[in-house]
């Protein structure tokens, strides 16, 4: 069954998961991409590739407008993570943090492709990601690996 959920932004049609996916780069492009520029190491290969695989079910199962996840190598006091209303989302994978944080942070610009604010709403809804994020990344990583 394909499900589908229809949004209007600046009094334009757009039906999603259907047009989110239909922009988003094959997973090989993402990784090479990200492997030139130098955004991951070649050790962090099949983390990155686990977390895109993860955000992607999680924003198709919640209907979230997820156009692309991408590596993103800032200062280590920066920005943990960055998303913008088109449904592009950046993270600072820097594994001297746990997985954890890194999958609370993808939770978080998640979370925003639905609520853009820090408000009462945003914080419950991140809330109620976290535990779905946690756990598709866990049942991605044991098809992986079997």
Known sequence: MNATKTYYRNNIK???PAIAKKMRQPLAK???EQLKKGHIQKDDVKF?????????????KEFLPLRNV?????????YYGWCNQWG???I???FDRHYSSVLNTLAHELAHLKF???YKDFWNYHKKLIPIVHDTFN???ERSNA
Do not use: P
């Open 30 to 32: 993402v990784v090479t």
């Open 48 to 60: 990155f590739k686990q977390l895109v695989l993860t955000a992607r079910q999680v924003a198709t």
């Open 14 to 16: 757009i039906v999603y």
């Open 70 to 78: 991408k590596s993103w190598k800032v200062r280590e006091n920066s």
């Open 116 to 118: 853009m604010h820090h």
């Open 88 to 90: 592009d989302i950046r």
């Open 139 to 141: 049942k991605v990583g």
């Open 92 to 94: 600072n994978i820097t």
